[in-house]
């Protein structure tokens, strides 16, 4: 846990500035990726996928907190300025869903759907626990050198289950299986917004398996959230620790399926998505 | 395997009159699911969800095979005739994105999103095996007595994980994973529609985790496809294995995560989705 001097104002936060959008009525709302924020082509899923879900959060008629996003890739989102429109298409007494669309000009470059819901006490219990693993101080940073400029933007902290290009020397692995521990750089309180990029946070399952860089990106993206915002506050500016792994690499399309928990073991999300690969 | 003997034409089989749509042009799509495949309030989810995949798949500007579905249910289906809007917002060389909407008058229940894309020959593993387990002819089918309609369109044999209800004497059990043959009743060759209705046909994890039949509902369902139409083809009418586990229910929502291999191992889904319980 950081203490609060060490924790960047939410307003100020490089993922703030980077997700911010302006309000411009009936559900559309404008926004522009910086590119500190940029992948290989376009900006970081992960930041497409919370300014994705910051518009219904923002919307004067949202009701409860996120439950469920699905974010879907269909092609590269141009270095300038997006609006995204955010539609709910049903509420109920305690759940609201929405579509969303991020347009620039003619193009839709993204789609997405959010579930919003009020949670409320009941029996409740996680069947899914952390495996042991060391502490974040006692795992290296992973340097930013050489990788694109968003990963600045994380402190990522490998504790098995590396890219295999790293690896010396760099050769196949049989297991794409990843554990690591993540958070914000500069370290930033928890919310929903920060927690669905990064649950994009993962390198691509590929390049653990097989030491090369191809060329890689997610086509589509769902994050289903676990806490409600009391919990995630309580998570402060600390680290989460990820697992993830691929099930199947199939003639140009891998999944891969994920967890992430707060450093006291609560699961906060679990994430899954599907990639396209040219190998 | 069914010789074709035994395994009903599609045309004539109760999946696909239950999920027949007519083309009214311009995207959208008429349909009625009948009260064979009814859950507890409305349809069964799985047949909504190959509905829906139906629209595009039956549209003429359809690229590909199915990749990627997410259905987000956002109400009950009334037992009466709907409309399915499909629009491709996105025509990539070798992918379409989808979204689609289901109407019933002004009530919108349903939407979803949908990606397409061809495959291609190139570097592939399989990294998810199935467990070891009995053979279906080794395992009984559950009886459908006492269940919602739909039950009685699949043959169902529960390997591990039975709902804890039917336990003796019932009580709770500490795992929610559940391990099952599943396949349509009567068989039916694999396709597409087929297999997105199977990835709904687990039964709520609440249920083997607590004995006790409380209101539940999936709220939003994604699965990936991992196989082409030739190898849906090549399982026939074949049983599909089925695991699949949850991994934290909190305040009246949980997940879980599945997958479906053929016969002879290929894994062909991986499906996700969070569920409703009032408990």
């Known amino acids: 846990m950081e203490s609060p001097a060490n924790t960047a104002a939410h307003s100020e936060h490089p993922l703030d500035l980077a997700t911010r959008l302006e309000a411009l009525g009936e559900g559309r709302f404008a926004g522009r990726i910086p590119e500190t924020y940029s992948n290989f082509i376009g900006p970081f899923g992960g930041v497409l996928a919370a300014a994705l879900l910051r518009a219904p959060c923002e919307h004067p008629a949202r009701l409860g907190d996120p439950l469920a996003l699905t974010v879907n890739f269909g092609g590269p989102v141009a270095p300038a300025p997006f609006e995204i429109a955010a539609r709910a298409t049903r509420t109920n007494r305690s759940s609201q869903h929405w579509t969303m669309e991020m347009q620039q000009g003619e193009d839709i470059p993204l789609t997405a759907s959010a579930v919003f819901a009020h949670r409320r006490e009941t029996w409740s219990t996680q069947e899914s626990d952390p495996p042991p693993v060391p ?3 006692e795992v290296p940073s992973i340097p930013g050198e050489g990788l694109p400029a968003w990963v600045a933007n994380y402190d990522i902290r490998v504790v098995s289950g590396g890219m295999s290009l790293l690896a010396d020397p760099p050769r196949d692995q049989a297991s794409s299986e990843t554990l690591l521990w993540v958070r914000d750089r500069p370290a930033r309180a928890l919310d929903f917004a920060a927690l669905a990029a990064l649950s994009d946070a993962f390198f ?3 390049y653990v398996r097989r030491p090369r860089m ?13 806490a409600d915002s009391a919990e995630l506050a309580r998570c402060g500016g600390g680290f989460l620790l990820g697992r993830v792994r691929g099930q199947r690499f199939n003639k140009g399309f891998f999944d891969h399926s994920g967890a992430l928990w707060a450093e006291d073991g609560t699961l906060l999300a679990t994430t899954h998505q599907v990639v396209y690969y040219k190998e």
Chains 1, 2 share one sequence.
């Open 135 to 137: 502490a974040p101080a």
């Open 204 to 206: 691509p399952r590929l």
């Open 214 to 226: 191809v060329p890689v990106g997610t086509v589509s993206l769902t994050t289903y959230f676990h």
